[in-house]
């Protein structure tokens, strides 16, 4: 009989199996996938597990505090690493997407590298790879090649661990079965996908402090006011996006010449082809005027009424 608890026994006993008195390596992403196999970890192995979180600063709104708030009193060992100012630097005056991607990219390689390096020596990396990516990878041109993904780069030689990957054999809504068995708070479990190279590929063009603030503030007012309405289960997937379109608008007696930002959400299966969620007028409305009152950089807010294809989810 198939049970989620059940399968939590076999994982556990099947990782302390392999990895013995081994030190074990892995990178949190704070999505359910590494967030789970984190907490799994810390069952099996206890402090043998080191696990890394890269702040790369193109995170949410408070998204760091959450991860930690989630992991730390639940026995897993994070590390926390403020890698922004790195990011910042290597990003700066870049514009092009898939630029932005490859750095982004290389700078987390780098980072893990050193902390790998700092933390170690460890005998074993963990990864949340779960059944749908085996079989994508078997297939070649699955959709994680379509766009440069930021977690597919490969390691040096003298950090060549042997994978540890608990989650191979298991679907998404087992792992967060799993996941909700092992306590995992669910603003994470249920969380939609959220890209490696996060707000970097949502704020267009360059990227700056100042602008990453602002599509943080917007971005926090859309997915919280999803959640208070009831609606971000219905979606697949909900983001916001600073555009570098400024356009006139008025304020009391003022003429305001500020940008524009967009708001998308999507409904999907697979993520291959996607529709735009009809969301409520009435709640459209409330998010624009609470986006144009509490972000003063923002006179304009439009709603991406367009499917995948021809758009993908992402604007870059
Ligand atoms: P698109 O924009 O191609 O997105 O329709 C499909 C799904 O993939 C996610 N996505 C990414 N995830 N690194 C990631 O980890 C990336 O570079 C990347 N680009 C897109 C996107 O958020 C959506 O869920």
Request: net charge negative; with cysteine.
């Given at each position: 009989d198939w049970t989620a608890e059940h399968i939590i026994d076999e994982l556990v006993s099947d990782v302390r199996t392999q990895v013995g008195d081994g030190r074990v390596l892995l990178a949190i992403s704070g999505g359910v996938d590494s967030s789970t196999l984190g907490l799994l970890l810390a069952r099996a192995v206890g402090e043998k597990l080191t696990a890394v979180f890269i702040?790369?600063?193109?995170?949410?709104?408070g998204e760091r505090e959450q991860v930690e708030a989630a992991l730390k009193p639940l026995g897993v060992n994070l590390v926390t690493v403020d890698a922004r100012a790195e990011f910042m630097a290597a990003l700066d005056g870049v514009s092009d997407p898939e630029q932005k991607r490859k750095i982004i990219g290389r700078e987390f390689i780098r980072a893990f590298e050193r902390e790998a390096r700092a933390y170690g020596p460890f005998d074993f990396l963990a990864q949340g790879t779960l059944y749908p990516d085996v079989i994508e990878s078997a297939g070649g041109?699955?959709?994680?090649?379509i766009k440069s993904h930021h977690n597919v780069g490969g390691l040096p030689d003298d950090l060549a661990f042997k994978l540890v990957e608990p989650?191979?054999?298991?679907?998404k809504d087992e792992v967060r079965e799993i996941a909700r068995l092992l306590g995992l708070p669910d603003h994470i479990r249920m969380r939609h996908p959220f890209p490696g190279p996060g707000l970097a590929i949502r704020c267009l063009g360059a990227i700056s402090e100042e602008k990453l603030d602002i599509l943080r503030r917007v971005d926090d007012i859309f997915i919280s006011g999803l959640r208070e309405f009831g609606l971000y289960d219905g979606c697949s997937q909900a983001l916001a996006i600073l555009t570098p379109i400024q356009s006139v608008g008025v304020m009391g007696d003022e003429r305001t010449y500020s940008y524009t930002a967009a708001l998308r959400a999507v409904t999907t299966d697979d993520f291959m082809t996607a529709e735009w969620a009809r969301l409520p007028y009435e709640f459209l409305a409330t998010m624009s005027n609470r986006i144009v009152n509490q972000v003063h950089e923002i006179n304009r807010v439009v709603y991406d009424i367009t499917g995948k294809p021809p758009a993908t989810i992402e604007w870059e």
């Amino acid at each position: 009989d198939w049970t989620a608890e059940h399968i939590i026994d076999e994982l556990v006993s099947d990782v302390r199996t392999q990895v013995g008195d081994g030190r074990v390596l892995l990178a949190i992403s704070g999505g359910v996938d590494s967030s789970t196999l984190g907490l799994l970890l810390a069952r099996a192995v206890g402090e043998k597990l080191t696990a890394v979180f890269i702040d790369h600063g193109l995170l949410r709104l408070g998204e760091r505090e959450q991860v930690e708030a989630a992991l730390k009193p639940l026995g897993v060992n994070l590390v926390t690493v403020d890698a922004r100012a790195e990011f910042m630097a290597a990003l700066d005056g870049v514009s092009d997407p898939e630029q932005k991607r490859k750095i982004i990219g290389r700078e987390f390689i780098r980072a893990f590298e050193r902390e790998a390096r700092a933390y170690g020596p460890f005998d074993f990396l963990a990864q949340g790879t779960l059944y749908p990516d085996v079989i994508e990878s078997a297939g070649g041109e699955g959709a994680a090649n379509i766009k440069s993904h930021h977690n597919v780069g490969g390691l040096p030689d003298d950090l060549a661990f042997k994978l540890v990957e608990p989650f191979r054999t298991l679907f998404k809504d087992e792992v967060r079965e799993i996941a909700r068995l092992l306590g995992l708070p669910d603003h994470i479990r249920m969380r939609h996908p959220f890209p490696g190279p996060g707000l970097a590929i949502r704020c267009l063009g360059a990227i700056s402090e100042e602008k990453l603030d602002i599509l943080r503030r917007v971005d926090d007012i859309f997915i919280s006011g999803l959640r208070e309405f009831g609606l971000y289960d219905g979606c697949s997937q909900a983001l916001a996006i600073l555009t570098p379109i400024q356009s006139v608008g008025v304020m009391g007696d003022e003429r305001t010449y500020s940008y524009t930002a967009a708001l998308r959400a999507v409904t999907t299966d697979d993520f291959m082809t996607a529709e735009w969620a009809r969301l409520p007028y009435e709640f459209l409305a409330t998010m624009s005027n609470r986006i144009v009152n509490q972000v003063h950089e923002i006179n304009r807010v439009v709603y991406d009424i367009t499917g995948k294809p021809p758009a993908t989810i992402e604007w870059e």
